[in-house]
């Protein structure tokens, strides 16, 4: 089937499998090696994209659910003002993260800073969980989402809330 | 050796990230039964350019043997676990690799299998080791009280960031090795081995380790002499990456551990005798089973003086995939059974906990292992700091309190806290190939530039700063001055495996030692000047030392919290402190200790596995519940002043934590818990399921 989407702000058209994984659609026909394809089975978090906004595993989309939606992923994700915020944020707190996991941790974050309501911190440590890596420290993990948060979001939802 | 040129060879990070241009993949083929002889590989009729490998097409020699084993590189004849390699299938489409993987028929004529290690027949025991002190028996005979006690640790797997694999190819005449392991002179010597080739046709690049758990020390040789063999059987380059779920079942595990204990006290309390067994499943082949059982057994008194001691360790060879090394080798499990017996002991004595360690840790000039300790433990240090932070003095006399009153014995009193202490021993040698000494190399060059070479990779970003500071403030340079090369084989010197602290340890005394010689030098000689730094092995004649000599030390606390319904317990905080010598980076320091207790308390209640009635099935990886950063409980670490030499701290969350939880959960449960991790589940029933 023909699959066309929007990737990280281009139209995209490309002939794939019905059932072949958005990971691998990504990963092999577009070389976007930033999302790794490790479990392949929604466990590990570390094949995150943006579809339609929404933080997924893409390793558990097939490509026909990719139809008409724009995906975002991590290389997207860069040119943002999040993941500017979240990269700073991150390192400032020394929440330093392994080179397999940060592209989707950054990812994960900067979907609470995104996010339509502000996140309480058990929301935070359960999308930051999403993704999974022996190299993470909880508590600087969670600093530093609080900071990106402060920074960007203080004047989005107001700091009384 | 066959040359075909290749290009984009330079550098990997990581090994799925591997240039796919022109490469093969391989895939595995794997032994169906447990034990047996094989008795024929049928391999499909596979398309134009697709080949398979058997250990008959290997140029050179079909075993890797230099980590204390002998492991073939693709079984021929017999087969010794389950998912043990038989044969390669190699071709440039990967799902057509899996599709002839999954078609390719090994039958094997299958012998019962052996998976049981606590009682076995002598001819499956690979290694041991023994010692005696003093007078065991007389001393248990005149004991006021004798304590048995059996200590159990389970298989873990070290879910790394990216399951293990290794890819190959050739640059001009030279064979280029991307492996994500922590040894890479071990690796190049295995691959030189099985090509058939000198150890300088082959290049190991060290690909990015992520959070390894000593998980990577020579499993990753086995799978680059697939790659390397698949490279130079097609002349491509070849790139093998195990599934998670292969890399689940088939790559090493934790060794599972029992330690059995009989120890004598006197009236006061004070431990008299000990008479320590442990047994170590060490799977297929035994790799490093003789250093294993040695490490094992060195550790058995933990930090305390006993002037009686006898221990035995037994390595036992079963029928599952080797076992190995998880953050230290052998020593993790030890540390967990002498601090639960620490606190058995404390209870029959009728002793507050600590007190019973301060009443029997060993001072200075403590001959538990035949020769005087130098400096005595700092138990007061750490555990006067420890106990003040975690508040357990008087939480564990509330605990007590609840324990003894409760209106209904039959139920348990739901809350515990628990405490352990002990040593993380030097940065240690293998005894094997790495017995020669690891070296460093700097070199400062005309641009006042600075290159730190090493092949012992930093790892993260923070040992990266230490090393980089350390070198640029012995030469006076800015630390963007230094770079520190990528290991490889062919660029930076041998400083033996990447493990066992190794990088605070050794590499990092190395650095600044190699550093002050250059500055010696910078000022007399034309640059660019050079300097090599090795750390001289151990003189045999050299006079024996205590295991406990220049450990780094700590202690911890855990408190759980019974579930009212299910018993099922929560971990309420977790305190650590420890005594390291200089810190190089407090912050950075503190940051990993947090990290590591985070993750070992997540494989005390969270990673089950259950090898003991076979080895993993596809269906354990799904169940292997992964402890996420939501679970954590709230962490807090300190560290004692020390002006020592800094020393590693890799090995201590993963040593007290265990152990401290299951103090905690025994005086929660009023029954005492001797087994990890908590979720151990009976094997029929979770296959069944």
């Not at chain 1, 595993?57 to 943002?80: D, I, Q």
């Not at chain 2, 130098?374 to 138990?379: A, D, E, I, Q, V």
Request: aromatic share 6%.
């Amino acid at each position: 089937m023909i699959v066309e989407f929007i990737l990280n702000g281009e139209d995209v058209s490309l002939k794939a499998d019905p059932l072949e994984r958005l990971s691998d659609l990504l990963r092999e026909r577009f070389g976007l090696t930033s999302l790794m394809s490790d479990c392949r089975e929604g466990v590990c978090g570390k094949c995150v994209v943006f579809l339609d906004g929404l933080l997924v595993n893409s390793c558990m989309v097939p490509a026909f659910k990719a139809r008409g939606t724009e995906v975002v992923t991590y290389e997207g994700f860069k040119s943002t003002d999040s993941y500017a915020t979240v990269e700073r944020s991150f390192r400032e707190a020394g929440a330093e993260l392994c080179g397999f996991c940060d592209s989707a941790m950054y990812m994960a974050a900067g979907s609470l800073i995104d996010a339509a309501s502000r996140p309480s911190e058990e929301e935070i440590m359960e999308v930051l969980s999403s993704v999974y890596c022996r190299c993470v420290t909880p508590s600087r993990a969670l600093g530093a989402v609080r900071t990106a948060l402060e920074s960007s979001l203080g004047g989005k939802y107001g700091r009384a809330r | 050796m066959k040359a075909a040129r290749t290009s984009g060879l330079a550098t990997v990070g990581r090994l799925s990230d591997f240039p796919l241009l022109d490469a093969v993949y391989v895939g595995t083929v794997r032994s169906p039964a447990s034990r047996g002889t094989i008795r024929s590989i049928s391999v499909p009729h596979l398309p134009r350019g697709y080949r398979s490998v058997t250990a008959d097409d290997i140029p050179g020699s079909a075993r890797i043997d230099n980590i204390g084993a002998s492991v073939p590189v693709l079984a021929s004849g017999r087969v010794a676990y389950r998912g043990e390699p038989v044969a390669l299938i190699v071709g440039p489409d990967r799902l057509r690799v899996a599709e002839a993987v999954s078609m390719t028929a090994v039958r094997v004529d299958e012998e019962p299998a052996s998976f049981g290690y606590e009682t076995c027949e002598s001819t499956r025991v690979v290694a041991s080791y023994a010692a005696e002190g003093g007078s065991v028996e007389a001393a248990l005979a005149k004991a006021a009280r004798v304590v048995d006690g059996e200590y159990r640790m389970g298989p873990q797997d070290h879910y790394y960031p990216e399951p293990q694999g290794a890819a190959a190819g050739f640059d001009y005449d030279k064979l280029i090795v991307f492996s994500s392991t922590q040894w890479p002179f071990q690796t190049r010597d295995a691959v030189a081995q099985a090509l058939g080739v000198g150890k300088d046709e082959v290049v190991v690049r060290t690909t990015e380790l992520g959070s390894h758990l000593d998980g990577k020390l020579w499993y990753p040789s086995l799978l680059a002499c697939h790659a390397a063999i698949a490279a130079r059987l097609s002349g491509k380059n070849a790139l093998l990456v195990l599934s998670r779920a292969d890399d689940f079942m088939y790559t090493t595990k934790r060794a599972p551990t029992l330690v059995s204990y009989r120890a004598g006290l006197d009236d006061s309390g004070r431990l008299v005798a000990m008479d320590a067994s442990v047994m170590i499943n060490a799977g297929a082949y035994a790799p490093f089973g003789a250093a294993l059982v040695e490490r094992a057994a060195k550790a058995v008194a933990g930090a305390y003086a006993c002037p009686a001691l006898r221990v035995s360790a037994l390595a036992v060879s079963t029928d599952l995939p080797p076992m190995g090394a998880f953050t230290g080798l052998g020593t993790g499990p030890v540390a967990f059974a002498v601090e639960r017996l620490a606190e058995d002991l404390a209870d029959a004595a009728g002793m507050d906990p600590f007190e019973w360690r301060a009443m029997n840790a060993a001072r200075r000039g403590d001959t538990t292992f035949g020769v005087p300790l130098r400096k005595g433990s700092p138990l007061e240090a750490v555990c006067g700091r420890l106990l003040a932070i975690s508040d357990y003095p008087r939480k564990r006399s509330s605990f007590e309190l609840i324990r003894k009153r409760r209106p209904d014995p039959s139920s348990p009193p739901g809350y515990g806290i628990g405490l352990a202490f002990g040593p993380q021993r030097p940065a240690a040698t293998l005894s094997y190939r790495d017995a020669q000494s690891p070296s460093v190399e700097v070199t400062l060059s005309k641009d006042s530039t600075l290159t730190v070479r090493s092949s012992v990779a930093p790892g993260s970003g923070s040992v990266t700063r230490i090393w980089k500071r350390i070198a640029a403030t012995a030469l006076g340079l800015q630390p963007d001055a230094v770079e520190i090369a990528s290991p490889s084989t062919d660029g930076t010197p041998d400083s033996g495996p990447n493990a066992f602290s190794r990088r605070i340890g050794v590499v990092t005394r190395l650095i600044g030692s190699a550093c002050e010689g250059l500055a010696s030098k910078r000022f007399r000689e034309a640059l660019p000047i050079t300097v090599k730094k090795t750390q001289r092995a151990r003189s045999s004649r050299a006079a024996p030392e205590s295991p406990l000599e220049d450990s780094s030390w700590g202690a911890a606390v855990v408190e759980v919290e019974l579930d009212p319904v299910d018993s099922s317990p929560a971990v309420r905080g977790i305190w650590i402190v420890a005594k390291a010598g200089r810190l190089l980076s407090p912050e950075d320091a503190a940051k990993a200790l947090e990290r590591d207790a985070a993750v070992a308390l997540g494989l005390c209640v969270a990673e089950c596995l259950d090898l003991s009635a076979g080895p993993a099935e596809p269906g354990d990886f799904r169940r292997y519940g992964l402890w996420r950063a939501k679970d954590a409980p709230p962490i807090r670490v300190e560290f004692v002043d020390d002006d020592a030499d800094p020393k590693g701290i890799g090995e201590l969350a993963y040593s007290l934590v265990p152990a401290a939880f299951a103090n905690a959960l025994s005086q929660a449960l009023d029954s005492p818990w001797n087994s990890l991790p908590t979720c151990r589940r009976s094997e029929g029933a979770d296959r069944d399921s």
